[in-house]
């Protein structure tokens, strides 16, 4: 009989679960008279009429399959399937919180001394994709990789605060916000 291989999805960000499935061949795999291979195109194999592999890498992943018999080794059917797997989009964004914390359009204003806290608000569109933080606070060259860190200022002066988040690949995105301590 005829076989129908799919993988579902077949675009997606780095990393991601695919699912892969065969139909048709008149239920002989389903009886188990037939055994499937997988090849996923990254070096790595999986058998069954359903399964699943988590592609770790980006690019185009050409894979195949095969059906045998499992009686004689017959090959019963072949087939091709690819999956594209491209870099996540990161973009950074935060928000500034304290007691003396003010807002107009977009621009903050706290009081020196004030315990600040900075409010990541980072996204990107995979799940999966881990990020890493990079703040930079303007002043006597202070960094954080903290997710949400908190600073004080003690001098007034305006400070160009920027987060930097990185994911899996790379593709860094920063996102900055001036801060004006009074």
Known sequence: ??????????????????????????????????QVLWNFGDGTTGVGASTSHLFTGTGNFYGSVTVTSVIN?????????????????????????????????GYYTASAGDLLTFVNGTTTNNPY??????WAFNSASL???????????TSASTYHVVLTSTGLFGAPSAG???????
């Open 1 to 34: 009989g005829s076989y129908t291989f799919t993988s579902t999805p077949t675009t997606s960000s780095a990393p991601a679960l695919v699912q892969f499935s065969v139909a048709g061949g008149e239920n002989t795999i389903a009886l188990g008279g037939a």
């Open 73 to 105: 080794g017959t090959v019963l059917g072949t087939g091709s399937v690819a999956v594209t797997m491209s870099v996540p989009t990161v973009t950074s964004a935060f928000t500034v919180t304290g007691a003396t914390v003010t807002q107009t359009a």
């Open 143 to 153: 960094t954080s990789t903290e997710t949400n860190p908190t600073f004080m200022y």
């Open 176 to 182: 900055s916000r001036n801060i004006e301590i009074v």
């Open 129 to 134: 994709n881990t990020l890493t933080y990079a």
